[in-house]
């Protein structure tokens, strides 16, 4: 009853209602995190008048910690698209590429939601919390690297 109930569970098949299940969290995940991305990027949040509150690249001051703002928006982009890749093998006629899309459809979602929380934590000067997160994040992915190797190279990826 607990691999039913688990949605981080592998399994040789999918119920259709569950594969339903799977694209819509998806598409609603993608957009959670996507879209605050892009607009943090260029603005920042306006809950209250706290002086810490910024852009994502607002918080990106010159330290050696700094990243560079060309790489990590192209890591981010290449991430998005990437990202659109696996939603394609979720919505495609080959039942294969969307029973491999929905075993990792969990992980999927749960990063998108990670992602999610560490820029609305990161654009609110909480980097601390943010970093947790990220790190919560790296056990999610790496669950899914390690626990689906047999998959498509490019829902694997």
């Known amino acids: 009853m607990t691999a039913v109930l688990n949605p981080f569970t592998k399994r ?3 119920p259709a209602q569950s594969v339903l299940t799977y694209k819509i969290l998806t598409i609603i ?8 991305t892009i607009y943090y990027t260029f603005n920042a949040p306006h809950d209250d008048n706290k002086h810490w509150r910024d852009t994502i690249w607002g918080h990106n001051i010159s330290t ?6 060309v790489i990590t928006s192209i890591y981010w982009i290449v991430l ?5 890749g696996y939603v394609w093998h979720l919505f ?12 990792v459809g969990s ?12 820029v609305m934590l990161f ?12 790190i ?4 999610n992915l790496s669950s899914l690297y390690f626990r689906h190797t047999t998959l498509p190279s490019f829902i694997h990826i």
């Open 80 to 84: 998005f698209i990437m990202q659109i």
């Open 107 to 118: 992980h999927f979602i749960l990063s998108n939601l990670l992602l999610f929380a560490f």
């Open 64 to 69: 050696p910690f700094a990243m560079n703002s």
């Open 29 to 36: 995940s993608w957009l959670v995190m996507v879209i605050p």
């Open 12 to 14: 040789e098949s999918y």
């Open 136 to 139: 919560i994040n790296f056990f």
């Open 92 to 103: 495609s006629g080959n039942l294969d590429y969307v029973t491999a899309a929905a075993g």
């Open 123 to 134: 654009v609110r000067g909480h980097s601390i919390w943010g970093e947790i997160i990220l």
